[in-house]
Antibody
Framework: EVQLVESGGGLVQPGGSLRLSCAAS????????MSWVRQAPGKGLEWVAN????????HYVDSVKGRFTISRDNAKNSLYLQMNSLRADDTAVYYC???????????????WGQGTLVTVSS | DFVMTQSPDSLAVSLGERATINCKSS????????????LAWYQQKPGQPPKLLIY???TRESGVPDRFSGSGSGTDFTLTISSLQAEDVAVYYC?????????FGPGTKVDIK
């Protein structure tokens, strides 16, 4: 069974940093693109970033470029999101989502974690 | 960036009746070389992550009831629930994956009338 378990969320002050983790199991992690998708309280879904199987290619939504960094450790079956210079509008539930096992970055998401809440507030 | 819009914002349908949700993309999501529409649909219930229903605009995900169907091409798409069940109460989102940044529609809330 595919499982994605996020951790690392919490309360952080504006301008602060946080590192999210996603532990993957039940599939060959190194074969899949992985993404982070967020959802502000009571709002819709926003794709944040994705990373290729070997980490050689990454894409970001403009609003997080230069502030967030996606990475992965295939030996540990883990996905990460380093978030710096956090702002109030980064407050959201952050979901880890499994993409597809192909070359192209085009991704829809068969599997999602339960999410971890990040609150940016003073 | 591709802007996705959905209509209506919300709808209430009687049990057993049809529910229709529309999704429109600001640019075509049809990739000519493979004739595939890079459009997915998700269902999200309160307190849960989204669940994939449809991809390639009309391919039903494994395990999804056949009362859910997707149609459309280019810029205009439809998700149809042929006979609404109580467990279908949720918010439904479309998503384009033609290019990054992938973008979602704002969601359509479906309730029972």
């Amino acid at each position: 069974e595919v499982q994605l378990v996020e951790s690392g969320g919490g309360l952080v002050q504006p301008g602060g940093s946080l590192r999210l983790s996603c532990a993957a199991s039940g599939f060959t992690f190194s074969s899949y693109w992985m993404s982070w998708v967020r959802q502000a309280p009571g709002k819709g879904l926003e794709w944040v970033a994705n990373i290729k199987q070997d980490g050689s290619e990454k894409h970001y939504v403009d609003s997080v470029k230069g502030r967030f960094t996606i990475s992965r450790d295939n030996a540990k079956n883990s996905l990460y999101l380093q978030m710096n210079s956090l702002r109030a509008d980064d407050t959201a539930v952050y979901y880890c989502a499994r993409g597809l096992p192909w070359e192209l970055p085009n991704q829809y998401f068969h599997h999602w974690g339960q999410g971890t809440l990040v609150t940016v507030s003073s | 960036d591709f802007v996705m819009t959905q209509s209506p914002d919300s709808l209430a349908v009687s049990l057993g009746e049809r529910a229709t949700i529309n999704c429109k993309s600001s640019q075509s999501v049809l990739y000519i070389s493979n004739n595939k529409n890079y459009l997915a649909w998700y269902q999200q219930k309160p307190g849960q992550p989204p669940k994939l229903l449809i991809y390639w605009a009309s391919t039903r995900e494994s395990g999804v009831p056949d009362r859910f169907s997707g149609s459309g091409s280019g810029t205009d798409f439809t998700l149809t629930i042929s006979s609404l069940q109580a467990e279908d109460v949720a918010v439904y989102y479309c998503q384009q994956y033609y290019s990054t940044p992938f973008t979602f529609g704002p969601g359509t809330k479906v309730d029972i009338k």
